[in-house]
């Protein structure tokens, strides 16, 4: 059973960087065919993606964050993380790690999902 968790600051100050950590057990992200994301929710608000980092350490981001957004893994430790810099109160957010599957150009979801953190922007 794969499992994931969220970890980080639950108050991030505007125009800070805003770093989560996301630990996989049950299964290596270098694993083919996996990728790994990031998702977001803001309070009242529908689900926003906004990257991954493939098994094969390949990076992918939303086109409206991609400027701010770092998806980098520490393999030793089964571990990916994410930094967004130069913060708002609009990033204000339940932010989720997942698990996608993609083979070639099919895409299989996301089947395995952290339980989310809550992240705050505020000074």
């Known amino acids: 059973q794969v499992q994931l968790q969220e970890s980080g600051p639950g108050l991030v100050k505007p125009s800070q960087t805003l770093s989560l950590t996301c630990t996989v057990s049950g299964g290596s992200i270098t694993t083919n065919y996996y990728y790994w994301s990031w998702i977001r929710q803001p309070p009242g608000k529908g689900l926003e993606w906004i990257g991954y980092?493939?098994?094969?350490?390949?990076?992918y981001y939303s086109p409206s964050l991609k400027s701010r957004t770092s998806i980098s893994r520490d393999t030793s430790k089964n571990q990916f993380t994410l930094q967004l810099s130069s913060v708002t109160p609009e990033d204000t957010a339940v932010y989720y790690c997942a698990r996608e599957q993609r083979l070639g150009p099919h895409y299989y979801g996301m089947d395995y999902w952290g339980k989310g953190t809550l992240v705050t922007v505020s000074s």
């Open positions: 980092i493939a098994y094969s350490g390949s990076t």
